[in-house]
């Protein structure tokens, strides 16, 4: 919970979205649901000349098991907020 | 607090780290051990056989990224810092 509702938050920002297979993608944060899947618009490849079948690929939604890290901008991160939410977290369970 | 993650648990030719540069760093994580890490260096390490010679050739890259989200099935392990003084 805690987290669909910090990527709630970050709707909008740009990020990049690293998936187990290696794939990077960058894009704005269109929508994020309960499983953490999340829907990318105007998205670009880190590495096109590897994934050259993705160049045309602006818009994707990524089934968030597939996901290994998303970068998250510095700006978009109150490290402090965070901090408390994992503590009421696990107090309440 | 450091941080080893790998795509695949059974797959220890690719390891990969994830740790925050200052241990003091606070941190967010939840049941799925999901978690946001501030000031992380990656670390993967991947080995590979020669297909010749089998000896083993060790690759080790880093980066690092200022605020990072990890998602929780790839964790293997979460190491707290060393508790000094």
Redesign the interface.
């Known amino acids: ?3 669909f509702s ?1 990527f709630k938050e970050l709707v909008g920002k740009q990020v990049t979205v690293e998936l ?1 297979n290696d794939l990077a993608i960058t894009g704005k944060l269109h929508s994020v649901d309960q499983y ?1 899947n999340i829907k990318l618009e105007n998205t670009r490849v880190v590495d096109e000349e590897k994934y050259p079948h993705m160049m045309s690929v602006r818009n994707c939604f990524i089934r ?2 597939v ?8 700006d ?2 109150d ?2 907020i ?2 408390d ?2 503590r009421r ?1 696990a107090r309440g369970g | 607090m450091d941080m080893i ?1 790998s ?2 648990p059974t797959d220890l030719a690719r390891l990969g780290q ?1 740790r925050p540069r200052h241990e003091s760093t ?6 799925h051990l ?1 978690m ?1 890490l ?1 000031d992380v260096e990656e670390i993967v390490t991947t080995v590979e056989i020669d297909d010749e010679t089998y000896e083993e050739i060790v690759r080790t890259t880093r980066r690092t ?7 929780g ?2 964790v293997i392990l979460v190491s707290p810092p060393l508790r000094t003084a």
């Open positions: 919970m805690l987290f910090y187990k953490l968030g098991s996901v290994r890290y998303v970068q998250l901008p510095p978009g991160v490290i402090e965070l901090h939410a994992t977290e | 993650a795509c695949n994830v606070k941190g967010a994580y939840d049941q999901n946001i501030g990224v200022p605020f990072l989200f990890v998602r099935d790839g």
